[in-house]
């Protein structure tokens, strides 16, 4: 019988941690001990974070918060003691998570809102730095120097929390990107800034111009070796054809990049981010489909490890009688980052595109903080004395509030903003398919009825007309529904083709296990399926739509480059409107981003039809090249439209007109 009085697990350095532990067991030797108990800890709290998860899900919340509660819980009934350090969280366990949110962000995407992005990450981390550390010395009553250092600790924001709650609630793509690439870059910069500030208050002295060039030199220099061990990484997995291996060389990629920046005296954060933007949009090119798929699922699992462990690890730090007696500075604190991020938000988000006015509500509210403000709290210095426990208890207070509060009821404004209109279409469509499928159910177990001898000729007619109707009145809503929504098709189409695809992968496994086919064989055609998986492309739907003798006929051609995400919402849009078209991949556009081009046929009368389904269909922007009264009201044929560059992402048409149309 094992029997525990107290767990201890003490971090000396990073990356090693040495546990002890009293129990009423045979000793052991102390190597063996450390080891056995470390790995005890790691899969006891894997299998929390995973329980979290599960329980997360079905109350649909974001898991990061039960983690820290969780945590929290753990913390005030079991005497856990767990005293990290700044370089074990930034070494281990903050590299997957920026390279795993850099190496899945668009580069086309990140280049559209560049401007906002970077004016947010670096004049707004020191401009929070500066309202944050302003506030507390006022209102707390902290000296000058240790609120200015406190301004920069929690001056990062981690969206972690509220992304995931973002893709499950259908926020628009361009809001996600503004919010994770403001945090991937102001990690870097809000680290840089600390480091300076701590500087300062060991030296005593500041150089406003030497400050300026040290930044300049450890984010920037930070960033070049990122791009470069980037560049060279992604070379080197275009010339290996090894799906293990090539996984391999991005987790090399990821922590390397950080080891040798810090090396050389430069920001390993931005570093990390440099090199997973440059991997994660340059490296896939030269990896097989198989290894792409299993790149990504990697990186995702990485990922939800670090932020288990990130988040249950704040909840076992945080000390609530400790907050409890520090709570006026805490409040004062809280009250100053909120403040912060309102200048920040509402005052320097004007720059590049105009960023709507209910989305920067949602920049506000999700500014949340998280891991890099506890790995640089725990990184202050001991010659701070009182100060230092003072201000972690302060920086934990404010990852507590954000996290618990703002993480919270995030969900809650997006929907009072209306931000999940997709969401609320998708739970339509949902509620009248599971009404028909519920009603196709009781049809067929009222003709079992019947046939069993349960029930009479006239009781089953009666019932068969009443419920074939309400069935009949479901089906008709549903397509209606999928006419207003296009996508909603493409999604249903989409979710069968890729059971389908599993299915087939899953009959090749046991034919390769049961020696049917060889391992060749096995690899050839797991590989097109694995094509096929990735690229979301039906197989069924037709290029070429066959018209009618009696279709009006068609007297312009229509291209629309249209962007790879929106292929189905598109094909099926076009579809339903019985309009011709094919389809060929094409490339364009920043880092020769694949594309698809369609040339559609128009019939007579039809143009205001396509472009609105189009529209509809493809969710990304779509821009067209003619003028808006070229489109409407003049009569046929249309003069020949003048292309002009647009970006990639969306839908681009112009018109052809045409003297005679045959389908072969």
């Known amino acids: 019988m094992l029997f525990c009085k107290k767990i201890q697990i003490c971090a000396l350095s990073a990356p090693t941690l040495t546990l002890s532990i009293m129990q009423g067991k045979e000793p052991r030797p102390m190597e063996d001990l450390n080891l056995i108990l470390v790995e005890e800890a790691v899969i006891a709290l894997f299998l929390v974070a995973t329980l979290v998860g599960i329980l997360a899900k079905k109350l649909r919340m974001p898991y990061t918060l039960g983690l820290v509660l969780i945590g929290l819980g753990l913390s005030l009934l079991i005497h856990i003691e767990v005293p990290l350090t700044s370089d074990l969280i930034l070494a281990l366990l903050v590299p997957p998570l920026v390279f795993e949110a850099a190496f899945h962000l668009r580069a086309e995407d990140v280049a559209r809102d560049a401007l906002p992005i970077l004016v947010l990450a670096v004049p707004g981390v020191v401009l929070t730095m500066l309202i944050v550390g302003f506030l507390v010395y006022y209102g707390a009553g902290l000296e000058l120097g240790p609120a200015m250092l406190f301004g920069a600790l929690v001056a990062a924001t981690d969206p972690v929390a509220v992304v995931a709650l973002f893709r499950a609630l259908g926020v628009p793509k361009r809001l996600q990107v503004l919010l994770e690439g403001e945090s991937l870059m102001n990690d870097g910069t809000a680290i840089v800034v600390f480091h300076l500030v701590l500087g300062v208050l060991a030296t005593g002295a500041f150089d406003l111009l030497a400050s300026l060039t040290d930044f300049l030199r450890v984010a920037g220099g930070g960033f070049l070796v990122g791009l470069a061990l980037g560049g060279i990484t992604s070379a080197l997995i275009a010339r290996v054809d090894d799906h293990l291996i090539e996984t391999a060389l991005t987790v ?280 096929a998986l990735e690229e979301a492309v039906p197989v069924w739907p037709g290029l070429v739509l066959r018209r009618s003798p009696e279709a009006p006929p068609i007297r312009h051609i229509t291209f629309a480059v249209i962007h790879e995400r929106d292929r189905e919402a598109a094909f099926s849009a076009l579809n339903q409107l019985a309009v011709p078209f094919t389809a060929f991949p094409s490339v364009g556009g920043y880092l020769k981003r694949r594309n698809i081009t369609l040339l559609i046929g128009l019939p007579d009368g039809q143009l205001a039809d396509v472009i609105e389904a189009l529209r509809k269909s493809c969710r990304r922007r779509v821009e067209f090249l003619a003028e808006p009264r070229t489109l409407k009201g003049l009569p046929l044929p249309l003069p020949l439209v003048r292309p002009r560059p647009v970006p990639v992402g969306g839908a681009t048409v112009f018109l052809i007109p045409v003297e005679r149309y045959e389908e072969v």
């Open 252 to 531: 090399v990629l990821a922590y390397g990049a950080y080891l040798v920046a810090e090396q050389f005296h430069v920001s390993g954060v931005l570093a990390v981010v440099a090199a997973g933007l440059i991997n994660g949009n340059i490296g896939p090119r030269g990896m097989k489909p198989t290894t792409r798929i299993v790149v990504r699922n990697f990186w995702d699992f990485a990922a939800f490890v670090a932020n288990s462990f990130v988040f249950l690890l704040i909840g076992f730090q945080v000390n609530l009688p400790a907050i409890q007696e520090h709570l006026s500075l805490i409040l004062w604190a809280i009250l100053a980052v909120l403040v912060a991020r309102v200048v920040d938000v509402y005052g320097l988000t004007w720059v590049g595109d105009p960023i709507p006015w209910r989305w920067r509500h949602v920049l506000f509210w999700g500014g949340l903080r998280g891991a890099i403000s506890l790995a640089l709290a725990l990184g202050i210095p001991p010659f701070l004395g009182a100060l230092r426990e003072q201000l972690q208890v302060m920086a934990f207070g404010v990852v507590l509030f954000t996290l618990l509060a703002q993480g919270s009821t995030i969900g809650v404004l997006l929907r009072r903003l209306g931000l999940t209109q997709h969401d609320r279409v998708k739970q339509e469509y949902d509620r009248y398919r599971a009404r028909a499928i519920a009603t196709r159910a009781s049809l067929d177990y009222l003709e079992r009825l019947y046939r069993q001898g349960l029930i009479s000729e006239t009781t089953r007619k009666s019932l068969h007309t009443m419920l074939q109707a309400r069935l009949s009145e479901l089906q008709h809503a549903l397509r209606q529904l999928i006419r207003v929504h296009p996508h909603l098709h493409a999604e249903e189409l989409q979710d069968a083709r890729l059971e389908i695809l599993r299915a087939q992968r899953t009959v090749l496994q046991e034919l390769v296990q049961s020696g049917a086919i060889g391992e060749e064989v096995y690899e050839e055609l797991v590989g097109e399926i694995d094509a």
